[in-house]
């Protein structure tokens, strides 16, 4: 079996030139390749004890949907304002250009519950950030957040230094 770096697809100078887009459809696309990353993902959670996996949309819901159900726990969704049907909790936060809204449901996390984060990829990690104030928020506790990719040049982590975070794939690059 290919290594899963394998099975990224590297395109040149896109969206803008000097950039390297890290595709992650060419994962998706092959049976092998989804399986591999969702396994290693999933193996960065071994040891951790916690209650709910939280992953935002859209590209969260695909990798944390599956690791909640091989882990037989509950998933909860974050999505852009507007598009959940309850009361939520919401927080703007910084775009590369402009600003965003994401949102929860009030009564997604209780009190107390321990919470992992899954996500596809980490870049300035200012929507895992605003995440991670939603879950506090609501009074979760944050105990590990898990990336397929990380684009290490974009210092993400920084934003996100008092977590225990895990990438499966490192770029040194933008």
Do not use: W
């Not at 459809?25 to 399986?35: A, P, R, W």
């Not at 004890?49 to 909860?76: C, H, M, Q, T």
């Not at 809204?101 to 009030?106: C, L, V």
């Not at 605003?130 to 009074?139: H, M, P, R, S, Y």
């Amino acid at each position: 079996m290919k290594k899963l770096e394998e099975y990224v697809r590297s395109i040149p100078d896109f969206p803008e030139e000097g950039i390297i887009f890290r595709d992650i459809t060419s994962i998706l696309q092959d049976k092998d390749g989804l399986h591999l990353a969702i396994d290693q993902m999933q193996s960065e959670l071994d040891g951790i004890d916690f209650d709910v996996v939280i992953g935002p949309e859209s590209r969260g819901f695909i990798f944390g949907v599956p690791i909640a159900y091989n882990l037989n726990k509950p998933f909860v969704p974050v999505r852009k304002k507007g598009k959940l049907p309850c009361e939520t909790v919401e927080i703007e936060y910084d775009l590369e250009y402009g600003s965003a809204i994401i949102e929860m449901h009030k009564d997604s996390i209780k009190p107390g519950q321990k919470v992992v984060i899954i996500d596809d990829l980490i870049a300035t990690g200012g929507t895992i950030e605003a995440i991670t104030k939603l879950v506090e928020q609501l009074g979760g506790e944050i105990v590990k957040i898990v990336f397929l990719m990380e684009l290490e040049g974009l210092s993400g982590r920084d934003k996100l230094k008092n977590y225990d975070i895990a990438s499966v794939i490192k770029y040194p690059g933008k």
